[in-house]
């Protein structure tokens, strides 16, 4: 497979050890088959139900996928400021060019803990409720 932004060879690599991706040793750039963006996110955010959709305001590229040779398509990744690619066609994949890998860990990062803040107020709420609903009960 080549890289579709430079067409360089991609070589296999694991990422951080434990997800083998194809990587491009010109652009910097890595494929991720279909599940393995999920496996990335996984690392810093495994919550599948609390991540958001994936894909927003689609367009097409003129880069190549990988597997297949149709046109990419960019999207708005999980409604961050941040463009991603993918296989819309035939669901191989998704290419992350330099840098986007470690900008999707600091948002799953980021994600995990406003979903830990939001069930920690909700909890407080939820406690302080309950004191005044047993306070009023007594009147």
Request: net charge negative; hydrophobic share 30%; proline share 4%.
């Amino acid at each position: 497979m080549n890289c579709p932004k430079c067409n360089t060879e991609l070589v296999k690599k694991y990422y951080k050890g434990m997800i083998e991706v194809d990587s491009c040793p010109g652009c910097w750039g890595m494929w991720l088959d279909a599940p393995e963006l999920d496996k990335l996110e996984d690392i810093a955010f495994d919550d599948d139900a609390h991540k958001g959709s994936l894909i927003h305001f689609q367009a097409r590229t003129d880069h190549p996928c990988p597997h297949c040779g149709t046109s990419l398509t960019e999207f708005q990744y999980r409604l961050y400021d941040l463009k991603l690619d993918y296989c819309a066609e035939n669901d191989h994949g998704f290419w992350l060019d330099a840098g986007e890998d470690e900008r999707v860990m600091t948002l799953m990062h980021k994600r995990a803990g406003d979903i830990q803040h939001k069930v920690e107020v909700e909890s407080i709420w939820k406690q302080t409720l309950k004191e005044m609903h047993s306070f009023l009960r007594k009147k």
